[in-house]
């Protein structure tokens, strides 16, 4: 039985924890930002967000696991720098596990999080990228992922379960740019989409211009048609928040009419992606990303 701990006690954070809880002791040190959370877990004696009860195995403390086997942030990519603040207090040598999905930009430069990260630290750096929708997870459905990065053959041994099927992709780079991307395109094709022949229209430009901007950037096109790509889209468009919150733009909301009301304190990360790449002039360039950052600056 291994020792994890996780940074950040979100909901996919929380339910990843969930998930491994049923084998391993698991950790979660919670954010400032997550006093609700935990308020609720105290009182409730389970995590609300999700229908299973409490695992044994799973604590939620402000007080920091020694020697970890695992590290695993699962914070919202504005976190991130809290996230690396927090995994310097541990060893270099212990592996870290990003579940977190986005794009920075440093120094002029778009960079997936997870080339991100791993430049930032000493220890080995992999991430989860592919279709993997929380309360799934926690729920003791079975999940599919795609883990990328150093050492994930070992990592992969630590978290593959019954319920958490992990399979190891060599190429980190791209899975992430997908993971971070179909964001924007869930977001896109469910504002875009007035009837299902429409959505069928949109999710075949998604995966061409995907295609296009992975090859754009040496990435491996191919991996589009992988679970880092269709797969997380697919789940994306059908059971995520980016995909919730285009559908409200294809009812006519505005986009602070959905952030102030249905979708409140939610978690949207293609529309901070978006931003990004309308500021550093990419999306102009991807004719569904422009249309989106029209439609959403409009
Ligand atoms: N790899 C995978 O399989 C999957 C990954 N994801 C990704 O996981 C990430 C988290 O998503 P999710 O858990 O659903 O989101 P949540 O909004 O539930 O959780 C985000 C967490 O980050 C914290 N946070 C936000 N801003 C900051 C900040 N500035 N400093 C410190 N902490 C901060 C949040 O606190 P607060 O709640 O108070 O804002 C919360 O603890 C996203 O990048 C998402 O795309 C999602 C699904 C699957
Ligand atoms: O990344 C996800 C599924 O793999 C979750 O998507 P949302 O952030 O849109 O809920």
Redesign the pocket.
Known sequence: MLNIQVL??????SAFAHNQANYHNVHIFP?E??HSVIKSIESKGKDVRFSVSWPSRLVVSSERLIDPDLLVI??????ID?ALSEVARYSKSVPVLL????IVIIAEDLIPIASYVASQIPNPVSA???P?I?QDLANGGRSY?ALAGEMSESVCQMIQNDCYDVSIVKDMESACWLGALK?CYALAIAAFSSSENARAYWVTCALKEMQTFLSDRSGEASMVTELSGIGDLMVTLAGGRNGQFGGYLQQGMKPNDILNGPMKGK?V?GLMLIKLLAKQDVAQQYPMLDKLWILLSS
């Open positions: 950040g006690a979100g909901v996919m954070s954010t930002y997550d699962g914070v919202s990519s504005a976190g809290w579940l977190t999905k986005g989860i990228s592919g993997c929380a992922v964001n978690t990360e």
